[in-house]
């Protein structure tokens, strides 16, 4: 589904990834790790661009609009999928087929009673689980998320990183919480200095083992 051979990333200048080749299947759930500036955010920038049209979203920043509602926040997963005229129309007044939709979305990430809430007022833990909401509601192929569960404490992490194992079967998501990486993945791919330093299944891995990405 996702295939780089010897790719090359960086920015102003400045190489961030280097010979990347790797392959990605359909229905396999992978887990980027590795040190901060290792180049997850970028390997990840590059396959989701190999397949925007149909791969949904978490981005590090979110990408939410704080004046509207997390209700049109999620809503937004779908534009594309609708007219303008029905978009205007859910935009002034949600209609009940959409909410009806949203709202078992958000009550799997405890964030029902926050349906019509400005975005602008949640903390950010509800502000990422929102973000998470919308990809969920896109329900494209495939989901790749950025830190998808940074800023929630564990129980919470859980819970979402279940819920998105629920609702997909491809996934790729970069990680910083390696023990949870390993539990809600079945491959994890180590970067560091720019390059793949670790492709395996996670099956029977520990944290210790991921323990030469980081350079221990």
């Known amino acids: 589904m996702f295939e780089l051979v010897n790719a090359n990333a ?34 990840l920038s590059l396959l989701y661009r190999q397949r925007r049209a149909d791969s949904a979203l978490i981005p590090q920043d979110w990408a939410l609009v704080r004046t509207l509602s997390v209700f049109h926040n999620v809503y937004i997963g779908r ?20 909410v009806g939709e949203i709202r078992p979305i958000l ?36 989901l790749l998320g950025d830190e998808p569960v940074s800023a929630v404490d564990e129980r919470q992490a859980r819970r979402v990183l279940q819920t998105i194992h629920d609702a997909y079967a491809t996934v790729i998501l ?31 891995m520990t944290p210790a083992d991921l323990a030469p990405v980081y350079g221990g």
Do not use: C, W
């Not at 539990?183 to 180590?190: K, N, S």
């Open 10 to 43: 960086g920015y102003n200048g400045r190489a961030v990834l280097s010979g990347i080749t790797l392959s990605i299947a359909a229905g396999e759930r992978v887990a980027l790790v590795g040190g901060s500036g290792a180049g997850k955010s970028t390997l």
């Open 79 to 98: 534009l594309g999928r609708y007219s303008t005229g029905y978009n205007l129309r859910n935009l002034i007044r949600p209609s009940a087929r959409e």
């Open 107 to 142: 009550q799997s990430l405890d964030l029902e009673d926050k349906l019509f809430a400005a975005v602008g007022e949640l903390s950010g833990g509800q502000q990422q689980r929102t973000a998470v909401a919308r990809a969920l509601f896109q329900g494209s192929p495939a």
């Open 174 to 204: 970069a990680m910083h919480d390696v023990a949870l990486a390993l539990e809600y993945t079945d491959r994890v791919i180590g970067i560091r200095g720019g390059s793949i330093v670790l492709d395996a299944p996670t099956a029977g």
